[in-house]
């Protein structure tokens, strides 16, 4: 078992190594184990935060990819720090937006954003009751 180990810890570091672009150690080094996994990957600040996706994107539409999801699916307006579902196409003239504005997103990126639970357009309070 310390075998397997020592072989996955190997081949996970080597997989860092090359997505940094090169190793500082000799291929003895490596077979001898005295791999320093210590240190930070290159190219890579150690201060640089990610970037929050409700700032990044507010006032813009944003749709991550299509699985079968339901509307969250669909286009949503990021505004004020949350995204709210736009339940008709035809909302996003009158308001200044064209599909052509919508941008696509990560996944991870759209469920950062929180979701408003009122969907545009808001319904007519009259209609409602």
């Not at 397997?4 to 291929?27: E, F, H, N, P, W």
């Not at 320093?36 to 990610?50: F, Q, R």
Request: net charge negative; proline share 9%.
């Amino acid at each position: 078992m310390y075998c397997r180990i020592r072989v996955a810890s190997i081949i996970a570091l080597a997989t860092v190594c090359l997505a940094a672009g090169s190793c500082q150690k000799s291929d003895a080094d490596v077979a001898a184990g005295s791999m320093d996994v210590s240190a930070p990957a290159a190219n890579v600040p150690a201060s640089e935060e990610p970037a929050d996706p409700a700032g990044k994107y507010d006032g813009m539409i944003v749709h991550q990819p299509d699985a079968g999801r339901g509307k969250d699916d669909g286009w949503f307006l990021v505004k004020d720090g949350k995204r709210r579902w736009i339940t008709d196409a035809e909302w996003l003239e009158p308001n200044g937006y064209r599909a052509e504005d919508v941008i696509y997103i990560t996944s991870e990126e759209f469920n950062a954003i929180s979701e408003d639970p009122r969907p545009l357009p808001e319904p007519d309070p009259a209609v409602a009751q």
